[in-house]
């Protein structure tokens, strides 16, 4: 239709989609579906940071780890707002997550075992969501974009400080060294599975890439991830997580195996190791906290009466 | 060290253990809260009360002088040393009673911190100076979700009514005096706690009678954190994940 | 250390951690049970699961030979070095997830110990002899609590149901093989934990059949305890209170 | 009257009163709320010990806690039986304490704040206990002699488990000295409390005399605590928790200091610096396990209706 070639020229040509311009359904849709589930996953992100605020090791970890949860709690409501531009409600999207209808990130199903988990979880989870990211801040959504533009400037922040941390990790005892290359071994393979499936097993990606809702493939993605990232843990004097990984002179690029992604598959069906406990965190903290919510609205209705009565 | 010297140590652990202890029971609510604004809004005011503790308890370690962190004052003493009120230490309950018990200190810090301004001590005037920027943010928010939820439903009512009868044994021990409080009144250094109560009580009465809350009657006040003499059984166990890592592996760089 | 022992101190570790680790889960719930005979019944059920990790954990030591304690190994470990099963590391939950997890433990338990009384190991065997007694007993009942309520009100069925889908992902590990367990085989010290999986499917089809409760289709398997590869969030806090006194105090007589 | 002069002279001679014989209505009375405070003191007394079992420092200190603990709910269960052959049922008097219109012993109302103190709570609550119970193997009603008889047995038992545990911790490092220090120094004035006010204070205590159902004043059972225990503190090495505490040659007796007695009165009345969360422990372990109890039962009567539906 004349609506279709428009809207696919604007995108064509890099002009961004508004709230209120025309758009297809399915662009909708499939944009309400990737932003929901990149707001539930900075909400359900909390989670395994905050298994380790109450064990921080000193007050300045501490503050800085609070100072993170509290920006990726921001981040959450950034991107829910986004979602909102194109009518789709918080509650409506909490719901379907809670009902076990709308996904987040898979990495936040693994869980963190030792200090040295939250510098990882910097260093390659905020990592590999940057890379993402940034990718997406050229995204034809505008709203999304800018979202994504703000997002990633604090999110290269965190990236830098769990380098930092895992860092001390490294290059501390033996025993705190030990405990880093434990957590760069456990997370790896689950960190580049962020990316999603292969190329080759992505569905919809030639439709999301041809709308700019992807703007790189999950493959070029992981690449560019693994290429940045190689080098940090050498640095740290840490072993390669992966015995496949191998500068590969021709290609400009580092080789890699393949994580398992029958694991993955299991992971995003629900089957990973903390799936069915962090939903219950969140299911819970919601009905626990309904009391909360209807008192705090009953008081903002009577507040809004009076003055209406007083007027 | 001092006979002066021992007291302020004493004055600068009360402090920085209220909000040491405090910013740890609020951080416990991380991801948990009933919604995302109040995750924000919880993490920032554990943030900012770990931001005080830095202060306080740097200044009592140099204080001290035996050449410890404030992180050694913080992750390596026991229960037995902390200094810190009750009521910071009891268990978070539920959202009202976390934000009740939020309310009922952020109004004594708000006071306080206003009056240690002026302290003869520079650095405990400084401290306390960026402080009450942070608290007079918190307290007005505390006391708006204290109103809310005391004027909400019935339900909210209720819980925010039972919430009060649990923490009101509580709030007198802010107020009490000792020798300590005794030499830091006589050099200037800080008010007697007991000076501050009026002006807590008609700050608490106008919120909680906006809040639709009833204080209660008793004037049975429970005592026993800010001397050390008998914390509650809740501070050891806070202890035993707060000072987790320190405690395992000692000595190490973080 | 030959390779024979490092298999041999890894199976010890395996079955001194699940003893210990469900030991203590299961005294968390001292004095708040829901009937004063279930206060009495679980501290002596934890109460087993402890001498049995004495002897253990006891004989790990030794065949570690670095001079250790079973109190060393049990208090100065840290998370990663545990080789329990997940299932034994579980919250509690309520009551009736408490005395479900117990029965698919002890059913375990059952069917292995039988067979370990026959140990080439003496040792092995005698510790087996004597926790198999226990075991025995500790079986029996909590298959009658899984029945009774299983089969009790439409609200304990779904109670118990509800637990059964929790635990029943965290079975399939006990019943895992590697080269550990391949060479405690081949040594006739310990049998493969997966040739007991139809005894104890039997055993297990019986009592949850009788408590009217439907084993769940899904076949995954949580693991990576018994390896201590990746155990759950929630050891990692159990330690904290369990060894707090062993870190806070290293060195000292109790 | 006749039953009631009978009633006495049985008493006088020593003969026990059992379940079936004739009592006065107020013997009655007065022996269930004993009875029934002293089993309600079993049972929440597991709390403070409960609550270092988690932290016990040993496998074998563990265990001990827990055999400890489990016999104390085991003395519950004595009592209440013995309370139940008056024709008071076990959940009645569970009621009455969890509204708040029983008692149980004052000491529980104290918080166990270091190891030590578990290794007190043993050697002084249980000594005080003992104390209290050794002259009550002597009471007039039956079924509550006997079963003192059998309590007395392990609290010896317990008592000097617990003063194993202390002096550990008073031989030990100075660091664990201290803490045996602030276990006796907060725990003495609690425990001797225990044997409840001064004589001169003490409502109806010469009924209970005249019944035997009280066998000591609380002055005399609690002079003989403070008589047997300050030698134990002196071989501890530890400084006696009262300036006051002094041999008194003349009396062949210990002096000692008033306890404060408005705090034991506050305690009483509920302002302990434990009573709300004792209290609240007890009822949420009730209520919570209330589907537990009515599931046992629901599954008892299916049983019982299919036997006899098979005969």
Known sequence: SEQEREFQDKIDNDIKIEPRDWMPDDYRRTLIRQMGQHAHSEVVGQLPEGNWITRAPTLERKAILLAKVQDEAGHGLYLYSAAETLGESRDELVRLLHEGRMKYSSIFNYPTLNWADIGAVGWLVDGAAIVNQVALQRTSYGPYSRAMIRICKEESFHARQGYHAIMNMAFGTPEQKRQAQSAVDRLWFPAIMMFGPTDADSTNSDQSMAWKIKVKSNDELRQQFVDQTVPQIEYLGLDLPDAGIKWNEERGHYDFSDPDWSEFFDVIKGNGPCNVDRLKDRVAAWDDGEWVRDGLMAHAQKKAAAKVAAE | ?254
Chains 1, 4 share one sequence.
């Not at chain 2, 995750?39 to 410890?68: C, F, H, P, R, S």
């Not at chain 2, 009673?97 to 810090?109: E, I, P, S, W």
């Open chain 2, 1 to 254: 060290m001092s006979v002066d010297k021992q007291h302020l140590l004493q004055f600068l652990l009360r402090q920085g253990d209220n909000t040491l202890v405090l910013g740890h029971r609020v951080s416990e609510w991380c991801g948990h809260s009933p919604i995302l604004e109040e995750d924000i809004a919880l993490a920032n005011t554990a943030l900012d009360l770990i931001g005080q503790t830095q202060m306080w308890l740097g200044y009592a370690a140099e204080v001290q002088g035996e050449g410890k962190s404030a992180d050694d004052l913080a992750f390596l003493r026991d229960a037995w040393d902390f200094r810190n009120v009750l009521l910071t230490e009891l268990p978070n309950g539920d959202f009202g009673r976390t934000l009740l018990r939020q309310f009922l200190f952020d109004a004594f810090q708000s006071v306080l911190m206003g009056r240690l301004m002026q302290s003869s001590d520079e650095t405990v005037a400084a401290i306390a100076a960026k402080a009450s920027k942070e608290v007079a943010y918190h307290v007005e928010r505390s006391a708006d979700t204290v109103v809310g939820l005391g004027d909400g439903t019935e339900e909210s009512h209720r819980r925010m009514q039972e919430a009060l009868e649990y923490l009101w044994p509580y709030v007198g021990e802010m107020f009490a005096s000792d020798e300590t409080d005794a030499a830091m009144a006589a050099a200037g250094i800080a008010p007697d706690p007991a000076s501050l109560r009026e002006e807590y009580d008609a700050l608490i009465s106008k919120v909680l009678t906006d809040a639709t809350l009833d204080i209660p009657a008793a004037t049975y006040a429970h005592k026993g954190g800010r001397t050390g003499y008998m914390h509650t059984e809740h501070l050891g166990h806070l202890l035993t994940s707060m000072q987790w890592l320190q405690r395992a592996y000692p000595g190490c760089e973080w």
